[in-house]
């Protein structure tokens, strides 16, 4: 009983900064990494970022240098910084926690449960 809460969405300027929380409802002995997918309407879930057990970390080439992955064990929490936002970065923002070590973080598939989701908006 995996249960994951988004929070930290809302709106902001181009060039503004928002974090993102994503915060396991217990103990996630399990989970192997965790990441943040993002989707537009009408569009499948586009990765953005994701962190393994290990601490190591991976990011899409449209965030890289701006947003960051991190993780609060004690906390059971994973954290999206962005910064320098831009309105491309628009969407609907997803947390997910994968409990396979072998497959591809960057593909939705690879992930068992998600957060509810947050809108993030960046105004021109």
């Known amino acids: 009983q995996i249960q994951l809460v988004q929070s930290g969405g809302g709106l902001v300027q181009a060039g503004g900064s928002l974090r993102l929380s994503c915060a396991a409802s217990?103990?996630?002995?399990?989970?192997?990494?965790m990441g943040w997918f993002r989707q537009r309407p009408g569009t499948g879930r586009e990765f953005v970022s994701a962190?393994?057990?290990?601490?190591?970390?991976y990011y899409a080439e449209s965030v890289k240098g701006r947003f960051t992955i991190s993780t609060d064990n004690a906390k059971n929490t994973v954290y999206l910084q962005m910064n320098n936002l831009n309105p491309e970065d628009t969407a609907t923002y997803y947390c997910?926690?994968?409990?396979?070590?072998?497959?591809?973080?960057?593909?939705?598939?690879?992930?068992?449960?998600w957060g509810q989701g947050t809108q993030v908006t960046v105004s021109p």
């Open positions: 997910g926690g994968s409990l396979d070590a072998e497959v591809d973080l960057e593909l939705p598939g690879a992930y068992d449960y």
């Open positions: 217990g103990r996630m002995f399990s989970t192997i990494a």
């Open positions: 962190i393994r057990w290990s601490k190591d970390t």
